[in-house]
């Protein structure tokens, strides 16, 4: 797939569609254009790799008590960014010395924000869903974001981690709701007394 550079877009216009389920991937457009591509190297774990016009990333999930995801140029030892969370608002650091905050839009809002450490909002990221599978979500970068010179590793490194919280979850639906087997309760289907 031939990806064009993101300074070629519209930044506030960006989209992510889930192209691919095993192994999940995922890939950002602008309209009809292919920015970039988000996919994770096998069905389990945390690996994933993301290519675009001119740089190549590969990103992984570390950390137990103190989780954080990196994300590296392929075939680099080096961080180019390090999202590290928190309760309610992760930190990300870049190689270059920048940092911004990502956060959720809200309490009860499923989206997420970029901002910087001034609160000047960079993206805005919705998650579209069909039932509980994530399918794509919408990035709107605000009206100064194409200045931004990490803005591709920031939408990259922030769908990374809303993909696979939500791949997590998805993970779980056969052991819950309407689709989970049924639960026998003890005693059923013995007779009374």
Request: glycine fraction near 8%; charged fraction near 20%; aromatic fraction near 8%.
């Amino acid at each position: 797939m031939s990806f064009v550079p993101l300074s070629t877009v519209d930044p506030g216009a960006l989209r992510w569609l889930r192209t691919s389920d095993k192994p999940m991937a995922f890939t950002l457009y602008s309209s009809d254009s292919a920015v970039a591509e988000l996919r994770w190297a096998g069905a389990d774990g945390s690996l994933a790799n993301s290519e675009a016009a001119d740089v190549a990333w590969t990103l992984k999930r570390g950390g137990f008590l103190n989780p954080h995801i990196t994300a590296r140029r392929r075939g680099s030892d080096v961080n180019a960014a390090r999202l590290t969370a928190h309760l309610s608002a992760h930190r990300v650091e870049l190689r270059n010395g920048r940092v911004y905050r990502f956060h959720r839009a809200g309490m009860l809002v499923p989206a997420w924000v970029v901002s910087t450490e001034t609160g000047d909002v960079v993206l805005h990221i919705e998650p579209v869903r069909e039932g509980r599978k994530l399918v794509g979500g919408a990035v709107v970068g605000s009206a100064g974001s194409a200045r931004e010179p990490d803005l591709l590793l920031l939408v990259v490194l922030s769908w990374y981690f809303i993909a696979l919280a939500w791949f997590e979850d998805e993970a779980l639906v056969p052991f819950e709701g309407a689709d989970a087997p049924p639960v026998k309760s003890p005693g059923a289907g013995s007779p009374s007394p």
